[in-house]
């Protein structure tokens, strides 16, 4: 996983509410087992029509969302069934963050475990947010992990929660498997001790 830096990126505005998990990446393409082309299947049903030709009217179709890290999303973003694939879809196409009001638990969990940012940000932000790119689709903000903070242009710094395990592995670049073997020494030394211990078929003495 790549380690989670700070990132300076224009916002993509999705100003949906209750998105969920089959919006982002319908059920249909949940067989697989790897992430790669899970870009192109993100948001299927809305980024093309009935033929499968692209819709230059939505927003992940225009060039400028290529070049992007960061999602600005409507409420309750991910609700819906639990579903790896979702961040993996989001990630695969580029997105590193995704801002919105609240966020589904499982979704949210999943997502930081895939080196996706979920950022909590106050409705009256949120708006703001929806207003600025309106107004300038460049509209660039700074997500700064370490600080746990949304960095507008003007200045102002909007603070988000991060679960303090989370922020670790993302910023160490790492999943649950990957922070349990940089341990493996000190694992191996515990049972290696461990056997010895139970190992009742050792004759006394």
Same mark, same amino acid.
């Given at each position: 996983?790549?380690?989670?830096?700070? =990132?300076?990126?224009?916002?993509? &505005?999705? &100003?949906? #509410?209750?998105?969920?998990?089959?919006?982002?990446?319908?059920?249909?393409?949940?067989?697989?087992?790897?992430?790669?082309?899970? @870009?192109?299947?993100?948001?299927?049903?809305?980024? !093309? @029509?009935?033929?499968?030709? &692209?819709?230059? +009217?939505?927003?992940?179709?225009?060039?400028?969302?290529?070049?992007?890290? =960061?999602?600005?999303?409507?409420?309750?973003?991910?609700?819906?069934?639990?579903?790896? $694939?979702?961040?993996?879809?989001?990630?695969?196409?580029?997105?590193?963050?995704?801002?919105?009001?609240?966020?589904? +638990?499982?979704?949210?969990?999943?997502?930081?475990?895939?080196?996706?940012?979920?950022? /909590?940000?106050?409705?009256? =932000? $949120?708006?703001?947010?929806?207003?600025?790119?309106?107004?300038?689709?460049? !509209?660039?903000?700074?997500? #700064?992990?370490?600080?746990?903070?949304?960095?507008?242009? #003007?200045?102002?710094? /909007?603070?988000? &929660?991060?679960?303090?395990?989370?922020? !670790?592995?993302?910023?160490?670049?790492? #999943?649950?498997?990957?922070? =349990?073997?940089? $341990?493996?020494?000190?694992?191996?030394? !515990?049972?290696?001790?461990?056997?010895?211990?139970?190992?009742?078929?050792?004759? @006394?003495?």
């Amino acid at each position: 996983m790549t380690k989670f830096e700070k =990132i300076q990126s224009r916002l993509i &505005p999705l &100003p949906v #509410d209750n998105i969920d998990t089959d919006q982002i990446i319908p059920a249909r393409f949940l067989k697989t087992t790897t992430k790669a082309g899970l @870009d192109e299947k993100l948001f299927y049903d809305w980024r !093309y @029509d009935a033929q499968g030709n &692209p819709r230059p +009217d939505f927003i992940l179709n225009r060039p400028e969302a290529r070049q992007a890290q =960061i999602l600005l999303a409507g409420d309750n973003f991910g609700c819906g069934s639990s579903r790896e $694939h979702a961040p993996w879809a989001l990630t695969q196409f580029g997105f590193r963050a995704v801002i919105s009001t609240s966020f589904a +638990d499982i979704f949210r969990q999943n997502a930081l475990k895939n080196g996706l940012l979920p950022v /909590v940000v106050p409705p009256e =932000i $949120h708006k703001e947010l929806f207003a600025a790119v309106e107004r300038d689709p460049a !509209y660039t903000v700074t997500v #700064d992990l370490e600080s746990q903070l949304l960095l507008l242009p #003007d200045g102002r710094r /909007v603070e988000f &929660p991060v679960e303090p395990f989370a922020k !670790y592995c993302l910023l160490d670049g790492i #999943d649950e498997l990957g922070y =349990i073997l940089q $341990h493996e020494e000190a694992i191996r030394a !515990y049972e290696a001790r461990r056997w010895i211990k139970l190992n009742t078929l050792q004759p @006394d003495g």
